[in-house]
């Protein structure tokens, strides 16, 4: 009775482990691993076993610093699983293909996986396993061409606020003193990047504050670049070039 007690309060009772084998994967990739459950001190029926992604982030908005957790995507790995007492390892084999549309990892931008065991009339048993998230080369290319044009990330460039991911640049070459900053935010897709951009216009003299406030000094411009356009960060580079200026003229 009293080894049925302390396993109802999670004391000897069943533990799960996720063993990830790559904790570093790019977007649209491939986490594997195995999941392995061991028996503790009585027999424990597991109702489910479940594996979720979940990001956290912190993110501005306007004087304020907010946080959000948010799950990605989860799924059952076993069901209705008998554990016996002290019983041998049990492995289950586990893959999980990432989505192409969530944020990478960043500064403040962290993920992790929660695996969950659910035994009834007991304390759910949890593990936690940090991993990162990369951009994939096309990703990658995006953001090695905003670099080549001379802009230099914020320090809270890649925070996500729930429902997009936007990093913040200062300009250092192209359009230097002429811009407060430059902002973007991407989905990406198998075959393209969806891609907004927010130019924020450096304004001086006596009606500043104002055109700040009411917002026109900015330009918001959406497009899409394809796979065939992400080849080279230099060619890239151009493209988002001629955008910017082009959107830049029209403030």
Request: proline share 4%; net charge negative.
């Amino acid at each position: 009775m009293i080894k049925k007690i302390l396993a109802g309060l999670g004391i000897d009772s069943a533990k799960v482990n996720f063993e990830i084998n790559n904790d570093v994967v790019e977007l649209g990739g491939t986490v594997s691993g195995k999941v392995y459950v061991s028996g503790g001190a009585v027999d424990q029926v597991i109702t489910e076993i479940t594996v979720a992604l979940e990001v956290s982030s912190r993110y501005k908005a306007g004087d304020e610093i907010r946080h959000v957790h948010q799950e990605i995507a989860s799924g059952v790995v076993a069901s209705q699983l008998m554990v016996k007492a002290n019983s041998p390892e049990i492995i289950i084999p586990l893959e999980f293909e990432l989505p192409y549309n969530i944020p990478v990892s960043a500064p403040y931008t962290k993920y992790q996986f929660r695996t969950n065991l659910d035994i009834p009339n007991a304390v759910d048993i949890k593990d936690i396993d940090e991993i990162t998230i990369r951009p994939n080369r096309y990703v990658q290319c995006l953001l090695d061409a905003i670099g080549l044009l001379g802009f230099r990330s914020k320090a809270e460039s890649g925070s996500f606020n729930g429902k997009f991911q936007q990093f913040e640049y200062v300009p250092t070459k192209l359009l230097k003193g002429k811009l407060d900053e430059l902002e973007v935010s991407f989905e990406a897709q198998e075959d393209r990047i969806n891609i907004m951009i927010q130019i924020d216009k450096k304004v001086k003299g006596f009606f500043a504050s104002t055109i700040d406030d009411l917002d026109l000094d900015e330009r918001h411009v959406t497009f899409c670049l394809s796979k065939d356009q992400l080849r080279s960060p230099e060619r890239t580079s151009e493209i988002l070039a001629e955008i910017i200026l082009q959107e830049y003229e029209k403030i």
